[in-house]
């Protein structure tokens, strides 16, 4: 199973397999139910974007973006990520999920703002990725 990435997600672990599912509002389409255990993932399915079929497969790890089943839904057209996103309240579910604290306001500030880079780094990486201008 080449090519297969594990992303993070926010699902309970051990979930079936939704035909079609929209995590962080990107679609996905079911493609396969295959042995992701190598890669983390929390459950055999495996998933292509709607808007690259054929393409790079996916399975996901536990995390923090939303996650809908989408049963009965007809593929979504793709909705570009904002230019500049607010990321604080996906930033602040992260530090009480993992139990970050940190010495002052200042601190936090901080690091949630290299947090925001970091995830605008991987939506351009993935974009790119997309388009075929880089690989892993």
Request: proline share 7%; net charge negative; with cysteine.
């Amino acid at each position: 199973m080449a090519g297969l990435m594990g992303i993070i997600v926010s699902a309970p672990a051990n979930i079936p397999c939704c035909v079609k599912k929209t995590v962080g509002g990107v679609p996905y389409t079911l493609v396969d139910e295959a042995d992701t255990s190598i890669y983390n993932c929390m459950s055999n399915c495996v998933y292509e974007r709607d808007e690259n079929p054929g393409g790079k497969r996916f399975c996901f790890e536990e995390g923090y973006f939303e996650v809908v089943c989408n049963e009965n839904a007809p593929p979504q057209e793709p909705t570009p990520a904002p230019a500049v996103e607010d990321y604080s309240s996906t930033f602040d579910e992260f530090i009480q999920k993992y139990n970050k604290s940190f010495g002052s306001e200042e601190e936090k500030l901080l690091i949630q703002d290299i947090w925001k880079a970091n995830v605008q780094l991987i939506i351009q990486h993935n974009k790119e990725y997309d388009e075929g201008k880089v690989s892993f």
